[in-house]
């Protein structure tokens, strides 16, 4: 059979798209466990699989988001994964979720083979857990957007594997881990010097609102649909990208102005019109958007039961200072020590207040976003150089203004670059 549809699937025994299991090993007339069949009626391949349960269900691949050529991903058996992780073994665990493990892996640079601890290629390797229908739909939503979508801001999938009910997927590597992990956990490892100024978090906002920019874009829209500091992933030089597809949905196709879909996501960061109708639209990112941009601002969580009851709900708490300029640095996160630009804080601030727009109209595309963020890397109006944002500021934290800072008035102009409080090294370029 003719594989017309140009789909990823790879060729085993004669049959179109049939997965490296065990099952597979049957003739070339039967069909295996797992299956990628080639539908000519819709152009097509679907996916059939059969559970433990015996129930069968048809997921679609859709072929081509932006490319002209499908990209071609590993196929990796389960013995192969288990070899590089070394048999998934705790210590090798980069973090956990409701779909079940990542680990930490090794594979040689040319093809699948498992290579030893430190050489070859570092690689995230997630392992879904098979309990049930919406574990696999999400799974197969993974290889469908990241098997296809090619961006500089999104992880890169690099394979996968499907053997009997194991559904595994292996990504790069990332480095330093998520945005969350920085912002939010006191004891992690990864040292946060890189991200310490406003313009590095600026850095990292900007990374992200590319990759959600490029998803909105072109004919055949993504939702993304769960945005947030945990699904932002920084490499080495601490560039931003977005994992974790499990949620994402093609978006609104001709006339249609929303998709109509059941409410999933997380609490704090899902936008409020979504959650009462389950109506999606790219604005339901850029008010997720919003609330990661107020997170990397105040170095506060979406939502914490630990504050007080008026403090809890991020948003909540925040929204009354956003849009006033005199009060809007109370907002910000104490431990940047007055490292950030005045005029930067206020348009990071006034852009999160239009992304958190209760009406969708108002709040701006991702496109633009991206535009405002630009330019806000390379302000140098620091803040601890100016006499006067100090007083107010200290006084609006009601702490004792420091000895000798009148002294720093002479010296507001000065570039950041130069400032001894922010080494070159941290600069945003």
Known sequence: MENKCGCWAVLRRGVRGACKSSDSRNSANSIPRSSLVYDAATGKCVLQMKLKTHLKFPIQIHYNYRKKEPHQLLQFS???LKAATGNFRPDSILGEGGFGYVFKGWIEENGTAPAKPGSGITVAVKSLKPDGLQGHREWMAEVDFLGQLHHPNLVKLIGYCIEDDQRLLVYEFMTRGSLENHL??????VAWDHT????????????AAKGLAFLHSGP???IYRDFKTSNILLDSEYNAKLSDFGLAKAGPQGDKTHVSTRVVGTYGYAAPEYVMTGHLTSKSD??????????ILTGRRSMDKKRPSGEQNLVTWARPYLSDKRKVYQLVDPRLELNYSIKGVQKVSQLAHNCLSRDTKSRPSMDEVVKVLTPLQELNDLAILSYHHTR????GRRKKKPDGMHQLNSIQSKSIRDSPLISSKNHCK
């Open 78 to 80: 389960f013995q192969e």
């Open 392 to 395: 107010f500021s200290q006084a």
């Open 286 to 295: 850029v008010y997720s958007f919003g609330v990661v941009l107020l997170e």
């Open 184 to 189: 939010f956990r006191i004891n992690y490892p």
């Open 196 to 207: 310490s100024s406003m313009s590095n978090r600026i850095k990292i906002a900007l990374g």
């Open 220 to 222: 055949e829209p993504v």
